[in-house]
């Protein structure tokens, strides 16, 4: 528990450039890291930005792969998820255009797309460290309720919750709001060697509650982090108001 939304973001940040750092990475081992968008990474983005540019961290032996995207809009549409991760970090850090991995939510082929990212994050060896923000609803990813908590990398329909609280990166329009994505399972994420999710806010006060003092359930599925070996919870003060 830190005080604020920031030191979370600094925490955080501080948290993945020492687990890069000691895992030494270089041309024949790379760091794999699992990320997501969203507000709440956002301070922790602004911060791995600044290690890079103060020369404290390079990116160039790290591989990373987002944890979902929409479906039917286009790669450059200002809300894809491409769009965010390209502006809010990677076109500031030293990574690789191609070892920054996003789902393509227009392939010709969904279903393939899907199992070809599995195989992807399989050949990298595996996520060392994934990132994660939680939904209102306790999604992780697009990981909505209902969904199976052994998923894997698939399509899913967008449940109304979601699509009304991302409403707010769409001028508030729910119609522009795209109702498919495609995201890793739960499953997935729990492959991760390490997983690290930040809550903040008074108004995610519930959802973490429910996420490490609820049962684990499929209808809220980041409690399913209760059942990893090695996840790591960061919150402000403001987010444990329901502890
Ligand atoms: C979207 C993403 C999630 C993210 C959530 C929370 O639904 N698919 O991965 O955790 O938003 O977003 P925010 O951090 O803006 O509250």
Same mark, same amino acid.
């Given at each position: 528990?830190?005080?604020?939304?920031?030191?979370?973001?600094f925490?955080a940040?501080?948290?993945i450039?020492r687990?890069?750092?000691?895992?030494?990475? =270089? +041309?024949d081992?790379?760091f794999?890291l699992?990320? !997501?968008?969203? $507000?709440?990474?956002?301070? %922790?983005?602004? /911060?791995?930005?600044?290690f890079?540019?103060?020369?404290?961290?390079s990116f160039?032996y790290?591989?990373?792969?987002?944890?979902d995207?929409y479906?039917d809009?286009?790669?450059?549409?200002p809300e894809?998820?491409?769009?965010?991760?390209?502006n809010?970090l990677?076109?500031?850090?030293?990574?690789?255009?191609?070892?920054?991995?996003?789902?393509d939510?227009?392939?010709?082929?969904l279903?393939?797309?899907c199992?070809?990212?599995e195989?992807?994050?399989?050949?990298?060896?595996?996520?060392?460290?994934?990132?994660?923000?939680? =939904? +209102?609803?306790?999604?992780?990813?697009?990981?909505? !309720?209902?969904? $199976?908590?052994v998923s894997? %990398?698939?399509? /899913?329909?967008?449940?109304?919750?979601?699509i009304?609280?991302n409403?707010?990166?769409?001028?508030g329009?729910?119609?522009?709001?795209?109702?498919?994505a495609?995201t890793?399972?739960?499953?997935?994420?729990?492959?991760?060697?390490?997983?690290m999710?930040?809550?903040?806010?008074a108004?995610?006060?519930?959802?973490?509650h429910k996420?490490?003092e609820?049962g684990?359930?499929?209808?809220?599925?980041v409690s399913?982090?209760?059942?990893?070996?090695?996840?790591?919870?960061?919150?402000?003060?403001?987010?444990?108001?329901?502890?």
């Amino acid at each position: 528990i830190e005080n604020t939304a920031a030191d979370v973001g600094f925490w955080a940040a501080k948290y993945i450039k020492r687990k890069i750092l000691d895992f030494n990475p =270089g +041309p024949d081992k790379y760091f794999t890291l699992g990320l !997501p968008t969203g $507000s709440t990474p956002m301070g %922790t983005y602004q /911060k791995l930005i600044e290690f890079y540019k103060a020369g404290k961290l390079s990116f160039k032996y790290v591989k990373t792969f987002n944890m979902d995207e929409y479906c039917d809009i286009p790669r450059d549409h200002p809300e894809s998820y491409h769009s965010f991760m390209w502006n809010h970090l990677f076109k500031h850090i030293d990574i690789e255009p191609e070892n920054a991995h996003l789902l393509d939510g227009n392939a010709p082929d969904l279903d393939k797309e899907c199992e070809e990212y599995e195989r992807k994050i399989v050949q990298a060896g595996g996520i060392q460290l994934f990132l994660g923000g939680i =939904g +209102p609803d306790g999604h992780i990813a697009f990981n909505e !309720p209902g969904s $199976s908590l052994v998923s894997r %990398t698939r399509v /899913k329909t967008l449940a109304q919750e979601t699509i009304i609280a991302n409403a707010r990166f769409f001028g508030g329009d729910i119609a522009k709001v795209p109702t498919r994505a495609l995201t890793v399972g739960v499953g997935t994420v729990m492959d991760a060697k390490e997983v690290m999710i930040l809550i903040t806010g008074a108004h995610k006060a519930y959802a973490l509650h429910k996420a490490i003092e609820g049962g684990v359930s499929h209808m809220f599925t980041v409690s399913a982090f209760q059942m990893h070996k090695n996840t790591i919870f960061v919150c402000d003060e403001d987010a444990t108001m329901e502890l």
